[in-house]
């Protein structure tokens, strides 16, 4: 323009011939921090929901406490070292150890029937049997099938039981008749590595045993440290079932038959 002044007619000249800008990109999101942490969320099932409610109602409603020990299975170790291959020739099923709890704790009841009893209304309820619960960990939970009349039950018997048992359980196939109406619960936390717990009440049942993993350990047998295997066991009770008296020497009784397990296959 005149003057060297910038007229409209200028702009308009220049705004043609201006070479066409590029679209900026639009920027790069800034990667996530190292070692992002993320969370999921699922459903709780319908078995974990009834666990979780029983669970609640154990602690709540219960006078629960859990008096311990420990066992010396070497003696147990050494039987089933010893007849194990002949067990498995005979019975076509290997002798693990949920046998000789179960004989024991049998027994035990059967001195000890309130360790074994229950609360219904305002009454005690004592049973001359023992259907033992056995408590079994699934993919969806834990599930305690029972064994009927386990007191009347060989080893062989009780370990093909257990077996089928467990089977059905992780098959999702158990029936609501095959986990009810048990005398009393045992549950094995040392298959997982425990050394020692409190377990939980089963209920209606008055108690339940706790075994645990087997660790060498030193002991004193006859004045003499010696390296022993040893298990600590559990006993969680309702104490408003069962006193102290009884749910000690419960325990010391299943203790006792297992450190000597031929009293087991005599009965005494």
């Not at 699934?138 to 257990?162: C, H, W, Y």
């Not at 003499?224 to 009884?246: C, F, K, N, T, W």
């Amino acid at each position: 323009g005149v003057g060297g002044r910038l007229t409209k007619e200028d702009a308009m000249a220049a705004q043609k011939t201006q070479a066409p800008v590029a679209p900026v990109a639009p920027a790069a999101a800034a990667p996530g921090p190292k070692g992002e942490r993320q969370e999921r969320r699922e459903k709780m099932t319908n078995l974990r929901k009834t666990i979780a409610r029983r669970l609640v109602a154990v602690k709540n409603e219960t006078a629960m406490l859990t008096t311990f020990n420990e066992v010396d299975m070497k003696p147990v170790m050494d039987l089933r070292k010893k007849y194990k291959d002949q067990f498995k020739e005979k019975y076509d099923v290997g002798l693990g150890f949920m046998s000789f709890f179960t004989k024991a704790c049998c027994m035990a009841l059967q001195e000890w029937p309130a360790v074994g009893g229950r609360i219904e209304g305002e009454e005690l309820v004592y049973s001359d049997f023992c259907d033992v619960s056995i408590a079994v960990s699934t993919p969806k939970g834990l599930v305690v099938p029972v064994i009927r009349n386990a007191e009347q039950m060989s080893f062989d018997q009780i370990e093909k039981e257990i077996i089928r048992l467990a089977l059905r359980a992780r098959d999702g196939k158990l029936s609501i008749e095959e986990m009810q109406g048990g005398t009393f619960t045992i549950t094995n936390g040392g298959i997982f590595g425990s050394m020692l717990s409190t377990p939980i009440i089963n209920a209606p049942q008055a108690a339940i045993l706790g075994m645990h993993n087997i660790v060498e350990r030193p002991v004193v047998v006859e004045g003499q440290i010696v390296i022993r295997p040893i298990m600590y066991v559990a006993l969680s009770y309702d104490h408003r079932i069962v006193d102290g008296r009884e749910s000690v020497s419960f325990l010391k009784r299943v203790k006792d038959l297992l450190e000597d397990p031929t009293r087991l296959l005599l009965g005494v």
